[in-house]
């Protein structure tokens, strides 16, 4: 069992940024991948990042590449995520979530991460 607590939502201007942060307790295993997703009320989850644990490979969504950056610092078990020129449709509560037995390409399927920490609020004003 792994638990999850994100933090380092709040509110910005459009073009500001933000670290998120994901800390985790347990047991984090080799083939684990740590994900980033968020979700705006009536709409589904969807995926931003995720990172291999041991490899440190990372998967960006398209709408956030270039913008976004996921990290992880295994000695801390933390795992980060870096946005920049934040836009408004930014906004969301962002989810921390594990995939127990990644691929080297960590990836984008909701389906395949099994914990979830309790999401942070990202807000980016126009």
């Known amino acids: 069992q792994v638990q999850l607590v994100e933090s380092g939502g709040g509110l910005v201007q459009a073009g500001g940024s933000l670290r998120l942060s994901c800390a985790a307790s347990?047991?984090?295993?080799?083939?684990?991948?740590m994900g980033w997703f968020r979700q705006v009320p009536g709409k589904e989850r969807e995926f931003v990042a995720a990172i291999h644990w041991s490899h440190g490979s990372t998967y960006h969504a398209n709408s956030v590449k270039g913008r976004f950056a996921v990290s992880r610092d295994t000695a801390k078990n933390m795992v980060y995520l870096q946005m920049n020129s934040l836009k408004p449709e930014d906004t969301a509560v962002y989810y921390c979530?594990?995939?127990?037995?990644?691929?080297?390409?960590?990836?984008?399927?909701?389906?395949?991460?099994?914990?979830w920490g309790q999401g942070t609020q990202v807000t980016v004003s126009s």
């Open positions: 979530a594990v995939d127990r037995n990644s691929g080297v390409v960590p990836t984008h399927l909701l389906t395949r991460y099994t914990y």
């Open positions: 347990g047991r984090i295993f080799s083939t684990y991948a």
